[in-house]
């Protein structure tokens, strides 16, 4: 099964640093202009545009806006005690300095990443990784990658020993976080190395109006923006 999703990462030292970095993530995603721009960000997910051809979901558009708004400031976290590792589900909206990291995550294409990519922040579980990769004998990489080798397979080629490190370096990542687990819920996670929990940025009903209000007037400020374009 195929997969892509990204994924951002920042150093903690136990739950309750990692609860509080979360939570100053997501004050800040709150932040009015901050939270306006994810908006403009993903108008064309609004259920109200997305759907506006359907005459039928036009007389649900404003309680499927605001089911909206509530699962797109929701923030998913994954925390790994033993490597002291925070993720956060998804890009760094905000470029916030706790969470140094992104990665892409996926399955549909080479996943020989660049090891300076993991190495961004100097958070210590992927910089162990990508030492332990980068110095793994030349006979264990080929004993590992061994199934994925034909007799064609140029291993004298540093461009293909450079390319089995790498993709070596995603899997045993991929495999010590155990996001197989997380992604499919393959009923092994109650063993998983992490603990998952959510926070949501909207916190009371006046929260919920004032982002409503801020949808309704990105959603106005496009109206504008069509009928400029048309009279043009």
């Not at 990443?113 to 162990?128: M, N, R």
């Not at 291993?155 to 020993?161: R, V």
């Amino acid at each position: 099964m195929s997969y892509a999703f990204d994924m951002s990462f920042a150093m903690a030292a136990d739950e309750k640093e990692a609860f509080v970095l979360a939570r100053h993530y997501v004050e800040k995603c709150m932040e009015k202009k901050n939270a306006r721009k994810f908006i403009e960000d993903n108008t064309i997910y609004i259920p109200s545009i997305r759907y506006s051809h359907i005459e039928k979901a036009n007389n649900m558009a404003d309680v499927a806006d605001r089911y909206w708004l509530e699962n797109l400031f929701k923030f998913r976290f994954l925390y790994w005690p033993k490597y002291q590792l925070l993720g956060l589900v998804g890009s760094n909206r905000i470029d916030d300095p706790a969470f140094p990291m992104s990665i892409y995550f996926q399955n549909s294409t080479d996943q020989n990443y660049d090891f300076q990519e993991w190495l961004e922040g100097s958070i210590p579980f992927f910089k162990e990784r990508v030492e332990t990769i980068t110095n793994m004998p030349q006979s264990k990489l080929f004993d590992i990658c061994k199934d994925y080798l034909d007799e064609d397979t140029d291993l004298s080629n540093p461009e293909i020993e450079l390319y089995m490190r790498q993709s070596v370096l995603y899997e045993n990542i991929f495999s010590a976080l155990q996001l197989n687990s997380w992604l499919y819920s393959s009923g092994s996670e109650k063993e998983a190395p992490y603990i998952q929990f959510s926070l949501s940025g909207i916190l009371d009903m006046y929260e919920a109006s004032v982002l409503h209000n801020i949808l309704k007037d990105v959603k106005k400020t496009m109206d504008l923006s069509d009928d400029d374009a048309s009279n043009n």
